[in-house]
């Protein structure tokens, strides 16, 4: 089955900086990958996702890449703000439509 | 649109009771629902898939006698987890596909379950 390995597990920077959360798949098949904000207690929002005919997808200040020989993917956060931070989730799926999820980056932004 | 709710969002019941989570989609049909579970400070799991009208699929190490799962209509999936035991606290999220993409899953609120 799919293996979805995320890094950092944690991540600090200061206000306006960037963060870059990284995560590698095994699955070739792979084609569909989405990224997740969690906050504590709620449910994961879907932030940006790509699918695999794409090689890059921007939404104002988040960005993700994808590389598909690789097999990566990386989100970018730009001018990150204190409500940024949050617990954030990468997930990969096949045509079956099951997620299999990184196992977060927890995301700190200090004013 | 595209709304998913849950129901109870927390629960505490005593070990060896039954409990029934219940995902509805309150705005749109959904064939195919998922069940996850997520620990604390853990990342969410798959534990099944529902489709409607027909058994679910368990992922490997979910017992299927103790999650029991019914897609019985198009718009409600639920989970019952029987004879509960402590270390089946934890937090269930269900998530339906959305009636516009094939790929994109709407999740609910979430279910803090405690097994006392």
């Known amino acids: 089955g799919e293996n979805v390995e995320q890094h950092p597990s944690t991540l600090s920077v200061q206000e306006g900086d960037s963060a870059v959360i990284k995560c590698t798949y095994s699955d070739s098949a792979s084609n569909y990958f989405p990224w997740y904000k969690q906050e504590l207690g709620k449910r994961p929002q879907l932030i940006i996702d790509?699918?695999?005919?794409?090689g890059e997808k921007k939404d104002q200040r988040i960005a993700v890449t994808l590389n598909k020989t690789a097999k990566h993917f990386s989100l970018h956060i730009t001018e990150t703000q204190p409500e940024d931070s949050a617990v954030y989730f990468c997930?990969?799926?096949?045509?079956?439509?099951?997620?299999?999820f990184g196992g977060g980056t927890r995301l700190m932004v200090k004013p | 649109g595209a709304v998913v709710s849950q129901h109870p969002s927390w629960v505490i019941c005593k070990s060896g009771t039954s409990v029934k989570i219940e995902c509805r989609s309150l705005d749109f049909q959904a064939t195919t629902m998922f069940w996850y579970r997520q620990f604390p400070k853990q990342s969410l799991m798959l534990m099944a898939t529902s489709n409607e009208g027909s058994k679910a699929t368990y992922e490997q190490g979910v017992e299927k006698d103790k999650f029991l799962i019914n897609h019985a209509s198009l718009t409600l999936s639920t989970l019952t987890v029987t004879s509960a035991h402590p270390e089946d606290s934890s937090f269930y999220i269900c998530?339906?596909?959305?009636?516009?993409?094939?790929?994109?899953?709407?999740f609910g609120p979430g279910t803090r379950l405690t097994v006392t």
């Open positions: 998530s339906a596909l959305g009636p516009m993409s094939s790929y994109e899953q709407y």
């Open positions: 997930a990969a799926s096949n045509a079956g439509n099951m997620l299999t």
């Open positions: 790509i699918r695999s005919n794409v």
